[in-house]
């Protein structure tokens, strides 16, 4: 994982007040598949882009890796952290990964759009790992 994750999971950690924790990784995702899908394609249109990203902010989700937890919220305009959706253990039982889509043990979905999938893939290893291999001096 790139340093430029991490150091937006820590800014992402600062803005959420989230004490004694490190930022480890992040990845912005959507609520449903169909979402994703649409709003990829309409936020990369000329002048469309910047109206449908703000419309679709509803649908936007956040998934915060620390060095402690995981976290689901769901996103505001600049970054900006809005409710806690979810807050998890690190291990191997909290998040399921299939291709775009990470599932959690409560049943929380996050869907990606299918150009950022491979985001998905890096936030679940970090999860997975997270409590077996120190995550927070991985330098993951």
């Given at each position: 994982?790139?340093?430029?994750?991490?150091?937006?999971?820590?800014?992402?950690?600062?803005?959420?007040?989230?004490?004694?924790?490190e930022?480890?990784?992040?990845?912005?995702?959507?609520?449903?598949?169909?979402?994703?899908?649409?709003?990829?394609?309409?936020?990369?249109?000329?002048?469309?882009?910047?109206?449908?990203?703000?419309?679709?902010?509803?649908?936007?989700?956040?998934?915060?890796?620390?060095?402690q937890?995981?976290?689901?919220?769901?996103?505001?305009?600049?970054?900006?952290?809005?409710?806690?959706?979810?807050?998890?253990?690190?291990?191997?039982?909290?998040?399921?990964?299939v291709?775009?889509?990470?599932?959690?043990?409560?049943?929380?979905?996050?869907?990606?759009?299918?150009?950022?999938?491979?985001?998905?893939?890096?936030?679940?290893?970090?999860?997975?790992?997270?409590?077996?291999?120190?995550?927070?001096?991985?330098?993951?």
């Open positions: 994982m790139g340093n430029k994750r991490k150091r937006m999971a820590g800014r992402y950690v600062r803005r959420a007040h989230i004490p004694a924790e930022g480890v990784t992040i990845s912005f995702g959507f609520s449903s598949f169909a979402i994703a899908i649409l709003a990829s394609v309409l936020e990369e249109l000329p002048y469309v882009g910047i109206v449908a990203g703000l419309l679709f902010f509803h649908f936007h989700r956040t998934v915060l890796v620390t060095d937890h995981v976290y689901v919220y769901r996103d505001l305009p600049f970054h900006q952290p809005g409710a806690q959706l979810g807050k998890y253990p690190l291990g191997p039982n909290t998040v399921t990964r291709r775009g889509k990470l599932t959690f043990s409560d049943g929380q979905v996050v869907w990606h759009s299918p150009l950022f999938a491979w985001r998905v893939r890096q936030v679940a290893e970090a999860v997975q790992a997270g409590s077996t291999l120190g995550i927070g001096t991985r330098g993951l």
